[in-house]
């Protein structure tokens, strides 16, 4: 990026308006997505304790299982956006297909061993003996709109990749909307309880499908496309997905393993930690936004052959990724006597939590170079360099996380060891779009 000239003054204002159309939607629609948990907390919250903590630990699985599969959104909408940037609206659509069918497969295996596992799954998160049928009882339901799940990560991606992230949020306000009074009437009006919940997730989630459904259709139809599954397609959106898969499982560990050693601290220690990453998957979202963005952006023009504007929009969300994460940390450190309260009483997880609080607002900018870079990345289809600076990051982060109960430090010490992580993804980052061996033209990669 360093050998590229600056931009002129037309065409910064061309790719602010090109990020702005993208990321703006696309931040509205990833917070409408964890608000249907927070939804299903407050309507079964009022059914009982055991209800709740059902919901909590049945809930934390199925996030984690879609979640491994974001990868179905991130390829989808690489691999699209580069067709479209080739003029091939046909192709684009018919690669977006496969990705669809790919969704559907993965979800029947995992409802496959979601079913008769539920029970063991559930007891190896500890679950007591009173939250644990409400919690079997939740994820079976719900498993059985894995399926759907995955099927809106793979159409959001194939709209995004046709550059439209306004119907992503139209779908997610609505499927959002739904999901509310579902709960309410199956939960309270039928008399279902905890299983109105899951029924009323689990229909919001199939009707977000269907309305995807039938927009990818139209498309296909207007353009000449076959909708029937081609053995082949599939196999190269997995081959395209195995990478990220990689990427996302290595990021997961390192999250997994700073849960893990904050609970090494102590109980304040672990409250105080939930508390700081609340806010730092929150501050995900704002950046996530503008990588997706960067996806969309990237994978067009790279499958137009135009590499020149590749860098200079590279260029340009860098410079809007380092102003997000100073507004952040900026937010991070004025409202703090505002949402602390929120979120504890205890003066022990204050005190514990503000130190800590401060080494993560300091850390924003460098995160948001970081989310910027990996959006481009994938924009670009390059997954194989992706998941290996994954791997490489988790191997560094790792031995300096479990060093923290031993070296001392508490909590403040472990997301100093986060901001290392996040200084590690930012140099493998760094090196790769500067190097410009990213930037593979053409309608495939």
Do not use: K
Not at 277 to 288: C, I, K, P, T, V
Not at 301 to 318: I, Q, W
């Amino acid at each position: 990026m360093t050998e590229v000239p600056t931009a002129s003054r037309p065409g910064r204002r061309r790719h602010d308006r090109e990020i702005i159309a993208l990321a703006v939607p696309a931040f509205g629609a990833l917070v409408a997505e964890p608000l249907f948990v927070m939804v299903d907390s407050a309507i079964v919250g009022h059914l009982g304790t055991p209800q709740l903590a059902g919901l909590a630990i049945a809930a934390g699985l199925l996030t984690t299982a879609v979640s491994i599969f974001v990868f179905l959104a991130y390829a989808t909408t690489a691999a699209v956006a580069r067709r479209v940037g080739a003029g091939e609206l046909q192709a684009a659509i018919r690669q977006g297909m496969d990705g669809i069918w790919l969704a559907l497969l993965l979800g029947v295996a995992v409802i496959a061993v979601a079913l008769p596992a539920a029970p063991w799954l559930i007891g190896v998160f500890g679950a007591s003996d009173t939250a644990t049928p409400f919690a079997i009882t939740y994820l079976r339901i719900s498993s059985l709109g894995i399926p759907a799940m995955l099927v809106v990560l793979a159409a959001t991606g194939v709209l995004r990749g046709l550059q439209d992230t306004r119907t992503p949020l139209y779908v997610a306000i609505g499927g959002f909307g739904a999901n509310a009074v579902l709960n309410v009437a199956l939960v309270y009006g039928a008399g279902l309880g905890i299983a109105g919940s899951a029924w009323g997730t689990v229909i919001a989630q199939w009707a977000m499908a269907g309305v995807y459904l039938v927009v990818v259709v139209r498309g296909a139809r207007r353009h000449g496309a076959s909708l029937r599954p081609d053995a082949s397609g599939i196999r190269a959106s997995a081959r395209a997905g195995v990478p990220l898969l990689i990427r996302t499982l290595s990021l997961r560990a390192v999250l997994l393993i700073a849960t893990a050693v904050a609970a090494r601290l102590g109980d304040a220690e672990v409250a105080a930690h939930q508390i700081i990453l609340s806010l730092w998957n929150l501050m995900a979202f704002a950046l996530d936004a503008i990588a997706i963005a960067g996806q969309a952006i990237i994978g067009r023009y790279l499958g137009a052959g135009d590499t020149h504007r590749a860098r200079e929009v590279c260029r340009r969300m860098v410079q809007w990724g380092i102003v997000a994460g100073v507004l952040l940390g900026a937010l991070i450190v004025l409202a703090r006597p505002l949402f602390i309260p929120l979120f504890t009483g205890d003066q022990v997880v204050r005190d514990t939590l503000l130190p800590a609080l401060l080494v993560v607002a300091v850390s924003q900018p460098v995160a948001g170079v970081v989310f910027v870079l990996d959006g481009v990345l994938m924009g670009a289809g390059d997954g194989p360099y992706l998941a290996g600076a994954m791997l490489v990051t988790l191997a560094i982060f790792a031995p300096a996380a479990l060093l923290v109960p031993t070296l001392g430090g508490g909590l403040t010490a472990l997301w100093w060891a986060m901001g290392l992580m996040m200084a590690v993804r930012l140099a493998t980052l760094w090196i790769r779009t500067n190097s410009g061996r990213w930037l593979v033209t053409g309608a495939t990669r």
